[in-house]
């Protein structure tokens, strides 16, 4: 008799999990596919509801090591966002799980990350930050912070990039930050990430435990450990459930209702801190920049932001499944939009 838990498709934990992962023992994005694999079960979505996506790095390789019965498809370096963009919109049944590094997106894919995010483009984007180029062994990234020193590398010269703040740059309705070495802060975020409607920005520091996990570098466990600064508690709650506002102190949460109407929950830490409120999140990761501040949290959501999809009339059913002779236009139709051109 299989007495392993199972959640409400009929499925347990075991059926989210993937292939043993080859990364270091002790990665950081290892504990990130962890929380995928929780978020995923105890949301309930069906594997087969997920596409994954990835470009080139250690992290990038990482979904092979989680929902292994998932649609998924590693691109190449910095390309995540094209691709994704062209799947999501060929099957608009599919929900978008990206995973990126910080050299994917920061470095080679900065220009399409920005674009990815501008369009809010309906994906997961978790970006499994440790300031360096983990596979190709340890080069600084452009998120490696200023002035540090690495054996081989010697000392980065550079300011480094801020993830978060170029998506709320570039618009994005969804910011998050997070550290590797707080999983039930991944999980809530990632489970809140999945129930929004446009491109889910998660900067998640995730420390290279090979090349870049020294007490004085700002990606490393020991660092993040000791200065994480989350913004509050979150906690996530399906549309299903009730809120069992027993659990916080009264006067001291605040909710935020997505589209699907479930609602991810925030408790005040010490901050009162509004994630609706662009200016005060432009200020608040200003400040951590300055500062060296860890903040983790949801830094930023607009949940009423129409995504890519909505943009344009694709209809119900997904343009992968309509026949050649409904996709393609009849060649009547053709001249006359040819005409029409000249
Ligand atoms: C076009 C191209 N340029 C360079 C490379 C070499 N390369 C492979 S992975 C990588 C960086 C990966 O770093 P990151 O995205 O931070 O992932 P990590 O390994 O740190 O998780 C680079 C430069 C490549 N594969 N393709
Ligand atoms: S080299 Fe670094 S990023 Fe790559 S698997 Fe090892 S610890 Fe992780
Ligand atoms: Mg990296």
């Not at 043993?20 to 509801?49: W, Y």
């Not at 998506?167 to 999983?183: C, E, K, W």
Request: glycine share 8%.
């Amino acid at each position: 008799m299989n007495l392993e838990k199972t959640n409400t498709v009929g499925l347990s934990r075991n059926d989210y999990i993937g292939e043993p992962s080859t990364l270091c023992k002790g990665c950081g994005h290892n504990s990130i596919s962890n929380m995928i694999i929780s978020a995923c079960f105890e949301l309930n979505i069906r594997p087969e509801k997920i596409i994954k996506f990835s470009g080139i790095g250690c992290s990038s390789k990482s979904p092979t090591y989680f929902l292994k019965y998932s649609f998924g498809f590693n691109g190449l370096h910095g390309r995540m966002p094209s691709m994704a963009t062209g799947a999501l919109f060929a099957d608009t049944s599919l929900k978008g799980l990206g995973i990126s590094g910080d050299g994917d997106t920061a470095n080679i894919g900065l220009g399409q990350f920005k674009h990815l995010v501008r369009r809010n483009v309906p994906l997961v984007y978790i970006v499994e930050n440790n300031g360096v180029y983990g596979l190709t062994k340890g080069q600084f990234s452009a998120t490696a912070d200023y002035g540090l020193s690495l054996k081989r590398q010697g000392q980065n010269v550079y300011l480094p990039v801020d993830i978060a703040l170029e998506a709320l740059a570039a618009n994005a309705t969804f910011v998050a930050r997070s550290f590797a070495g707080d999983p039930k802060q991944v999980k809530e975020i990632i489970k809140a990430a999945l129930s929004h409607e446009g491109t889910a920005v998660i900067d998640i520091i995730s420390p290279c435990v090979t090349f870049n996990n020294q007490e004085n570098a700002l990606h490393s466990y020991s660092w993040g450990k000791g200065h994480e600064d989350p913004l509050h508690e979150v906690e996530f709650v399906p549309p299903r459930d009730e809120i069992n506002i027993e659990d916080f102190s009264h006067g001291e949460v605040r909710e935020v209702a997505l589209h699907d109407g479930s609602t991810i929950v925030l408790k005040k830490v010490e901050k009162d801190y509004d994630p609706t409120n662009k200016k005060e999140a432009m200020r608040l990761l200003t400040d951590a920049v300055k500062n060296k501040w860890l903040i983790t949290g949801l830094i930023y959501v607009d949940p009423d932001a129409i995504n890519l999809l909505d943009m344009y009339n694709l209809g119900k059913i997904p343009l992968n499944r309509l026949s050649n002779e409904k996709i393609r236009p009849p060649r009547t139709e053709l001249e006359k939009i040819n005409q029409d051109l000249m």
